[in-house]
């Protein structure tokens, strides 16, 4: 229900009510009213406090507070035990209450673009919690007691300043994915390697000049994104992901494809662009699922002939290079395949 007026007509019998994008600043007291209520959702208003009477709601699962200005949150909201899903992106906060440590049902916690420069210990009692957003704050470090969440699933704490990661978060067995795009890494902790159900890594846009031993451990991974790092080559460990079907390491420092790329059969999707390669081994041919090559600007002047014989390949890009010819078994796969080779050097004919 979208109407607060015709809700109040029959508070009792209220189990959704939808408030977002009503340019509200204050949330009225009747609120409390809605002794029923099980879903709230007050995004993209203009509130910059919660009434007490919210906190009385002890059936509420759902809560949206997205998009509005809050700048705290009352640790009463540790009274709303049956709360399963608290959203809080794009508000003021500077932090969390100790008082979400009290919601046992909690399964996800999405606190993006806030001003959140810590993170309590109290994090870790949240034992039921799957996902965890906290993307665009400005978190220096991370409590140990990350590695508590025995049910995380979902990790992301990209855009904040992170300048480490503990080792301790390997303890988070469950995680599936983990984002640490754009912070402030100049490594990842080898410990990393015991989470053994995660399928996506992404550490873009960091300081990295290399990977641990234990990233080879990750036998599930599928998609690992170092693109806009400092990598001067495709560190060896990457190699042993048997599983991987998706590599970007775009805007690095590489020089070279080895003969490594080999021993990944499962790759569908090879992000290398804006590198300093100069060698694409041949034994990339023996990658029969690669559906989608991007090697633009970087420093290619021959090509292995083997890259025209990848039955799956759909999309080659290898514009920027400094190309004069192309093979004969690459030119021929054309036909077939979307064949990108702008602002190279090739001669006509």
């Keep these: 229900m979208r109407d607060l007026h015709e809700a109040l007509r029959d508070p009792a019998a209220v189990t959704r009510l939808d408030l977002s994008r009503r340019s509200m600043e204050t949330l009225p007291a009747e609120i409390g009213c809605f002794t029923a209520l099980q879903s709230l959702d007050l995004r993209d208003n203009g509130l910059r406090a919660l009434p007490p009477e919210l ?17 705290s949150l009352a640790e009463a909201i540790g009274e709303l035990k049956r709360l399963e899903i608290l959203s809080l992106h794009h508000n003021r906060l500077a932090s ?6 009290t919601l046992p049902l909690l399964r996800f916690l999405g606190a993006a673009n806030n001003e959140l420069a810590a993170l309590g210990p109290w994090i870790g009692e949240l034992r039921q919690l799957e996902r965890l957003n906290l993307d665009g ?17 979902i990790l992301s704490l990209r855009a904040n300043g992170l300048r480490e ?6 303890g988070a067995r469950a995680l599936e994915q983990l984002d640490l795009r754009e912070n402030l890494l100049a490594a990842v902790p080898d ?50 992901l048997a599983a991987l079907r998706e590599l970007d390491a775009a805007g690095n420092l590489i020089s070279e494809i080895p003969d490594g790329i080999a021993r990944l059969p499962r790759l569908q999707r090879l992000e290398l662009g804006g590198n300093r390669i100069e060698r694409i081994s041949p034994a990339i041919g023996g990658l029969r699922m690669l559906r ?58």
């Design 165 to 170: 990661v503990c080792g301790a978060l390997a």
């Design 191 to 240: 410990e990393l390697g015991s989470l053994a159900s995660l399928s996506w890594l992404r550490l873009a846009s960091n300081r990295l000049r290399g990977l641990p031993s234990g990233v080879g451990r990750l036998r599930a991974l599928q998609k690992l994104d170092v693109s806009a790092n400092r990598l001067l080559e495709l560190p060896p460990v990457v190699f042993e």
């Design 96 to 101: 969390l209450p100790a008082g979400l440590r």
């Design 292 to 349: 989608h090559v991007d090697v633009a600007g970087n420093l290619i002047r021959d090509l292995p002939a083997e890259l025209g014989a990848l039955p799956a390949l759909a999309v080659l890009d290898l514009s920027g290079n400094l190309l004069t010819r192309i093979p004969e078994p690459i030119a021929t796969a054309a036909g077939h395949l979307e064949l990108r080779l702008d602002l190279n050097m090739l001669e006509e004919g």
């Design 137 to 153: 704050n400005r978190l220096r470090e991370l409590p140990p007691e990350l590695g508590q969440l025995r049910a995380l699933r």
């Design 55 to 71: 906190f009385r709601l002890r059936g509420l699962c759902v809560l949206y507070l997205d998009g509005n200005a809050l700048t």
